[in-house]
């Protein structure tokens, strides 16, 4: 736990403040549409680091964070440093996975995929320096649309599932069609002021 502490303070301290996170990358997108603390974000392709972890959402956010940091701070074959980026994400996974599309009808509540978004100047996953750690995995998010709900104070996996129906409710009203399972977005370390904490529930939508 101590060595956790001491890492997610080493990350966020250069760009990090009580006030939330500040001069860390993110992914680009372009705002389509917005309604109250609703968006439609056109994304543009981007490369993440993954794995999957196993527990409570809390557990999992953790060991999940404390893998992929290890990774960005030099737990790889080049040794490099890679750039923290925003936002941190989880989603669940499901229990089986189909090659054509995720099967959402038996989604588990003890595995999460966490990811970190890596800076831009990686563009293929064959740039990525090979990580020593085999539980960490890439994947090549192509451009896409998103809609995005954002809220403030804490997540929880309630919580989160509470806002994600909102946002379901609220693109099927529109006629979107959403792509499921839904993922959670961090942008701030633990001491962020609850209030101006930035966190957002974003669901892909269907192309067509």
């Known amino acids: 736990m101590r060595w956790f502490i001491t890492s997610f303070c080493t990350i966020f301290s250069a760009s990090c403040s009580i006030l939330g996170i500040q001069g860390v990358e993110e992914p680009s ?3 389509i549409h917005e309604s109250d603390n609703k968006e439609i974000r056109l994304y543009e392709p981007y490369i993440m680091a993954t794995t999957l972890v196993e527990g409570s959402y809390r557990d999992a956010q953790s060991r999940g964070f404390r893998i992929l940091a290890s990774y960005i701070f030099g737990n790889n074959t080049a040794k490099e440093e890679i750039s923290m980026t925003a936002p941190v994400k989880s989603e669940a ?9 995720p ?5 588990s509540q003890n ?16 740039e990525m320096p090979e990580p020593l750690d085999k539980r960490v995995a890439f994947t090549k998010v192509p451009q896409r649309y998103a809609a995005v709900l954002g809220f403030t ?7 989160n599932q509470g806002l994600a129906n ?3 409710a609220w693109l099927k009203s529109k006629e979107y069609k959403p792509v499921l399972p839904f993922k959670v977005a961090g942008y701030d370390p633990p001491w962020t002021i609850p209030f101006l904490r930035r966190n ?3 669901i892909d939508l269907d192309k067509n």
Not at 111 to 126: A, C, D, E, L, R
Not at 153 to 159: D, G, K, P, Q
Request: net charge positive; charged share 20%.
């Open 153 to 159: 104070w804490w997540t929880s996996a309630e919580r």
């Open 111 to 126: 595995k999460w995929q966490v990811s970190f978004v890596m800076p831009k100047k990686y563009t293929k996953i064959q």
């Open 29 to 31: 997108y372009q705002v």
């Open 200 to 202: 957002e529930i974003i």
């Open 103 to 107: 099967v959402i009808q038996t989604a």
């Open 166 to 168: 909102q946002l379901i």
């Open 93 to 101: 996974q499901p229990e089986e996975i189909s090659m054509t599309a």
